[in-house]
């Protein structure tokens, strides 16, 4: 780290006024690249899980900015020797704790790229060509997942994100003039409802609060037996809630819940939405969360589970989650884009402009500054094909079904949950623990997770279901092959044998 402003290793620009000089720029843009070529080579050898306390980065920073430049090579120095200890490794092959965000090769080049052209595509002018790459490659993108043609999308930076234009859309098409008038104080606003399977995303949640609507605007739906949203359930919520005084707002099924990747029934729950909608005589939008499993219909004998999806007002799925695109970039597609532009289209008069047939995707969303983002997905796109995306998409599942079965015979593991993607939910329930009390399972389990966790050969996560406290493991990671995941299976079988020598019988041990 450097001590003060040592001339040692300054480049001449950095006694100017100007930027960093090309050369100065190609020096240190090559030693930048090896790093990270290097990086990506050995990141499996790393802990996976940050291995460092509370403040400890930040403790061995100086807590005031430098009053004169420094050597560039000691901030590279800095990234090696106090920010790399505390960066939990995303890119890491047993990286297993949440949904895989491999940053590939040619994502992470088309974000120098986004980065060196620093566009703003906010208005088709300030830069027709982001503008159009990312209508074309949404248009890509929805010919790869088998959706319909007439779908227009917006890339933003996450689900959540896409989840709350699609509700502000639905807002919108209400015909309650919220835009304007807001909802506060109005007693000609009915109650307005969400509903949502009790396993759906938080972001449901999240979109209600920021839109005014509140979390008790949010309805969960039971599930069954495989963790789906209950069709008959639904139907029975939305005419109770009508009785008194409710009006519904939108539904909203998951194609792969974030605890259990469940599949929600999209065709079913549409031709409900339809039958209401005569029922009700009024708009009931559709907006169907497939951020993670949507992806997986670019394997075309996976497309099912896109069923039902082509009668959506809106879809959104996250490249940046399955399709191997550095976070962020999600793709929301609508059926009728004008919803989203009668919500958000506010043009001050610098900047109108006088053309004509293009788009402005500042009026499709909340955000008038916009990432060139296109540009990392079109070479994703390009560089792996449909067909190689679809390949490492289909080898991701296998990989799931193989941890699955390897559950399924143990003597000692139960799965907790289907398995119709690549995330395996599971637990230990040994002879050996009183597998017919939960909180000594409950205890088990998390004392298996943390040793693993801690070992920082891989990194799982949890969830519960059914009042049971389960492992999830997570697969889709570019780098995780069938050796580096046998390593992992041996980790797991490894640490809940520890765990049998040192617990007492009825008793498992903490760690």
Known sequence: MSSGPDEVGLDAAQHGLGDMDAEAFRRHGHAVVDWI???????????????????????????????????????????????????????????????????SGPGIL?????????????????SPAATELEELVLDWLRQLLGLPEGLRGIISDSASMSTMLALAAARE????????????????????????????HSSIEKAAITLGLGRDSVRTIPTDAQFRMKVDALADAVREDGRFGYRPL???????????????????????RDELEHELAHPIWLHVDGAYGGMAAICPELRHVLD???????????????????????????????????????????????????????????QLGRRFRALKLWLVIRYFGGDGLAARVREHVAQGQRVAAWVRDHPDLELAAPTPFSTV???????????????????????WLTRVNRSGAAYLSHTELNGRYVLRLALGNLRTTDERLTATLALLEQELEALRRTSAPGAPATD
């Open 425 to 447: 939910c599971f637990r230990a329930v040994p002879p050996w623990a009183a597998g017919d009390h939960e909180e000594d399972l409950r205890t088990l389990n998390r004392a």
């Open 110 to 126: 088309g974000e120098a790229l986004t980065a060196a052209l620093n566009v703003n595509g906010m208005l088709w002018r300030t």
């Open 308 to 366: 039902g999806v082509e009668r959506a007002d809106s879809f959104v799925t996250n490249p940046h989650k399955w399709l191997f695109t550095p976070i962020d970039c999600s793709a929301l597609f609508v059926r009728e884009p004008e919803w989203l532009t009668r919500a958000f289209s506010l043009v001050p008069e610098y900047l109108t402009t006088d053309d004509q047939g293009v788009t402005d995707y500042m009026d499709w969303g909340v």
């Open 173 to 200: 098409r209400t015909g309650l003039d919220v835009r304007q008038r807001g909802l506060a104080g109005r007693a000609d606003v009915p109650l307005l409802r969400i509903y949502t399977s009790e396993h759906a």
């Open 37 to 103: 070529a290097d990086y990506l080579a050995g990141v499996g050898e790393r802990p996976v899980l940050a291995q460092v306390r509370p403040g400890q980065v930040r403790d061995r920073l100086p807590q005031s900015p430098p009053s004169a430049p420094e050597p560039f090579d000691d901030a590279l120095a800095d990234l090696d020797e106090v920010l790399l200890p505390g960066v939990t490794h995303w890119n890491h092959p047993a990286f297993h704790a949440y949904f895989a965000i491999t940053g």
């Open 250 to 272: 939108a539904i909203v099924p998951t194609v792969g819940t974030t605890s259990t990747t469940s599949i929600d029934p999209v065709a079913a729950v549409a031709d409900l």
